[in-house]
């Protein structure tokens, strides 16, 4: 009788980001290097260092992954910093020896390839989260790092878009196409909030039921958190018994709070910071609100939508693939009115609020959960492992 052959080893996955700051991007690379089936893949974790006032997405989860960290890797651009982060990548990709390597974020993406490239490594997979492409610097520095994308997208196996709309945008600025690009939807921890706790935060803020109003993420320029400031104060002249939070950090927060006191906000609107509750969160808010300039696909809107939270949100990058009139309720970019005028139409219409949240969490999950996206990124690890290049043992 022949024996079974032998159970291949697991394939080695390297995955590196810029930081593990608060956001998506962070809590896919942890959910990804907790989760993927360890029969089958060993995962290794690199990262720089978030700076003090984005927050800590492993301090704040309680993670038990330990990533490596590689303290000079970070989102500024420094000549002699990302040498020497390119430097240490290289030895860790030869050290290691990954079967494949998976970048997340722009600046990782630019120096992790790069060293993958030169390290040897067979397989590189590259994911947008959201681009720096639009929205966040002048015409000259976006063209330039158009034209770094489209040069990285050489050295890379695969590209993923999390998006139909990422994707269609990634191919029209002549980055990838397929094969080569391929759509894997955001996958993050939903079903914690399909079930909220009610009450806890309205206990907090002495509110009763008031109608409350809530925007979560970080505080920082691409997420027009002005315009909710300024959304919230028209508001207020609509309903004036209503209340309003924030949640979240960064370095917008005290220019934020200055504009909220400039606004008569004052009592009306919270900063609560970042908050590790959130299911308590969204089970107390009557809508959420998203008014960024740009996104590839918002954490705090699947979140939302899981809780069957009503949607308030600008018509911007990937956002339109997760809300539509069924499911939310969609507005222009760098409008308060509008956003004012939407969250007074669901505060006064409790049935059709109930509604929408419920049809957007039935959309959201599990199609969004992490469970579906480990599967499909095995699969996908699975399929380039198996046909790609083969210049690293087992």
Known sequence: MSSAPPEAPPRRVLRIITRLNVGGPALQA????????????RTRLVTGEPTSVEGDMLRLRGATVRPDVVGTLGRDISPLADARSLASLVRIVREYRPHIVHTHMAKAGL?????ARLGGAPVIVHTFHGNVLRGYFDPVRSRIFLALERALARLTTRV????????????????????????????VELSPFLDPPRGSLRAELGIGQRPLVGIVGRLVPIKAVDVFIDAMADLGRSVPAARSVVVGDGEMRRPLEEAARARGLDGRLTFLGWRADLRAVYGDLDVVVLT??????????????????????T????????IDDTRGVLVPP?????????????????????????????????????????SRIERLYTDLADTGPTRLAP
């Open 30 to 41: 942890i959910l990804l290097t907790e989760r993927l089936d360890p029969s089958r893949f």
């Open 111 to 115: 120096l992790g390839r790069i060293a």
């Open 160 to 187: 993923v878009a999390i998006s139909p709309r990422q994707r269609q945008e990634i191919r029209a600025l002549g980055i990838a196409t397929a094969p080569k690009l391929v759509e894997l939807p955001l996958g």
């Open 292 to 313: 960024s300039d740009n996104e590839g696909t918002p954490v705090s809107i699947l979140e939302a939508l899981a809780a069957a939270r009503p949607v308030v949100a």
């Open 315 to 322: 018509a911007v990058g990937g956002v339109p693939d997760v």
């Open 334 to 374: 760098r409008d308060p009115r509008a956003v004012a005028a939407a969250v007074v139409e669901l505060i006064g219409d409790p049935t059709r609020a109930a509604r929408l949240g419920a049809a957007g969490r039935a959309h959201v999950y599990p199609a969004y959960d992490i469970a579906t996206l480990v």
